[in-house]
């Protein structure tokens, strides 16, 4: 070894690493989430109003459209919400360099939105009968987190 620390044969070093890679989402504005908090406290139809504001303002809010599937007023709105926030979660996902496999951790609050949004989609999937999703989101959520645990998002299993 030279005395910069280069190996003399030219040769990048290995580095070894364990497990998988893991990809921590980037947080979301402080003013996106002080809205959806403030939207969340709003009464009755008015707080769903208030969080689509939300969204409409913050596309790409995946805590926003995981509130949104949250308050869905049927299955089918629901199901469709939490799609959307999926498929924004994956394309987050790939802009914070995940590669299609590795962990994606609920210990991490950037990644709750995006898990909420797996969730919540394994859940409105059954309820419409797409059964096949639904067990496919499920295996998702444990391959994203081995410590996955349904109870951790309030959303029926």
């Given at each position: 070894?030279?005395?910069?620390?280069?190996?003399?044969?030219?040769?990048?070093?290995?580095?070894?690493?364990?497990?998988?890679?893991?990809?921590?989402?980037?947080?979301?504005?402080?003013?996106?989430?002080?809205?959806?908090?403030?939207?969340?406290?709003?009464?009755?139809?008015?707080?769903?109003?208030?969080?689509?504001?939300?969204?409409?303002?913050?596309?790409?809010?995946?805590?926003?459209?995981?509130?949104?599937g949250s308050?869905?007023?049927?299955?089918?709105e629901a199901?469709?919400?939490?799609?959307?926030?999926?498929?924004?979660?994956?394309?987050?996902?790939?802009?914070?360099g995940w590669?299609?496999?590795?962990?994606?951790?609920?210990?991490?609050?950037?990644?709750?939105?995006?898990?909420?949004?797996?969730?919540?989609?394994?859940?409105?999937?059954?309820?419409?009968?797409?059964?096949?999703?639904?067990?496919?989101?499920?295996?998702?959520?444990?391959?994203?987190?081995?410590?996955?645990?349904?109870?951790?998002?309030?959303?029926?299993?």
């Amino acid at each position: 070894m030279t005395s910069t620390g280069a190996d003399p044969s030219g040769l990048s070093p290995v580095r070894l690493t364990t497990g998988l890679p893991e990809t921590v989402l980037p947080e979301e504005s402080g003013a996106v989430m002080a809205g959806l908090r403030s939207a969340m406290e709003q009464p009755g139809e008015r707080r769903r109003h208030a969080v689509s504001d939300v969204v409409r303002s913050s596309p790409r809010s995946l805590a926003a459209w995981a509130a949104l599937g949250s308050l869905a007023r049927d299955d089918v709105e629901a199901y469709a919400y939490y799609r959307v926030g999926y498929h924004r979660g994956l394309d987050a996902l790939r802009a914070s360099g995940w590669k299609g496999s590795g962990l994606v951790r609920w210990a991490h609050e950037s990644n709750r939105g995006f898990l909420r949004c797996v969730d919540g989609l394994r859940s409105a999937a059954g309820a419409i009968g797409e059964h096949a999703e639904e067990e496919r989101c499920a295996q998702f959520l444990r391959q994203l987190d081995p410590a996955w645990r349904p109870d951790w998002t309030g959303i029926p299993t």
